[in-house]
Each structure stands twice: as C-alpha cells, then as structure tokens.
C-alpha cells in the first residue's frame, strides 16, 4: 500500500484503482478528489469512487479492499442520494465544480467520452451535461 498516514487521498486512490484493474472493474473517480485533479482544488481527506457493479461483486470488492487494509463503506444511491446525478453535476457546488474542471481542462477535455457516459445515465444527464458545456 502507498499510503502511510492520513490525507494521502491521491495515493490511496492509486492503490484502489490497482486493486479494481486486476479484477477488470472500470470506476468513476468523483468528489474532492476528482473535482481538484481537474483544476477546481477542495480539501479531502478521502477518495469516493463510483463503480457500476452488482451488490454482491461490491460487496465481495469491499471484503477484497478491507483485506488489503482499507477501510470501505458501501453506498448505494437511491431517490434521496442519487450517486448518477453526482458523477453528473447534480448539486450546486457539483456544478461549481464540474463548471472549474471544463474550464481547467480546456481543450483536453474528451468530450466524445464525457457525452457518452452521460448517455449512460440518461436524458437529464445528458442535458445537464449539455448546459453546463454551454456556460
């Protein structure tokens, strides 16, 4: 493991990913984390990572990366906490973020792959996702 004491959320994230790529899980890095790699910088303490897996594959995951020495939680969205709406700009400070990160990345911004996703979750998504590039 890379990290050795607190607030190393982007080492901790490294150590995940490897985890989840030797099992071929593809993730969505979100949060604090994901909005400052993008140029819109916020403190975290932790790294919070979106997976499109079943219940039972998370939760085999989650005893996978408590063997390995993390501590994980499980969270499921639903009607009060919609994890799709903030892979996609759903709250206002997700906004402010994602608006921070079109900006910072310019350019380099995958467009083609971020429309795609958006897809994934749906037409409000991919509307949201379509007046937040127009801003």
Known sequence: MR?????????L?????DLLADQNIECAVVGALAASIHGA???SMDADVVLSVGVPQAEGIGR????????????????D??????????????LLDATR?????????DLELV???????????SESL????KS
């Open 115 to 125: 429309r795609r996703l958006a897809k994934r979750f749906g037409r409000a998504a």
């Open 13 to 17: 994230l490294l150590d995940v990913i």
């Open 64 to 79: 996978k990366l408590k063997t390995a020495g993390f501590h994980t939680e499980l969270v499921r969205g639903d009607f």
């Open 101 to 109: 990160a079109v900006t910072a990345a310019g350019s380099s911004l």
């Open 81 to 94: 906490d919609p994890i799709a709406m903030k892979v996609f700009a759903g709250g206002p400070m997700d």
């Open 3 to 11: 990290t050795t004491r607190s607030g190393e959320s982007a080492l």
């Open 41 to 43: 910088v916020r403190a």
């Open 130 to 133: 379509e007046q937040l590039l």
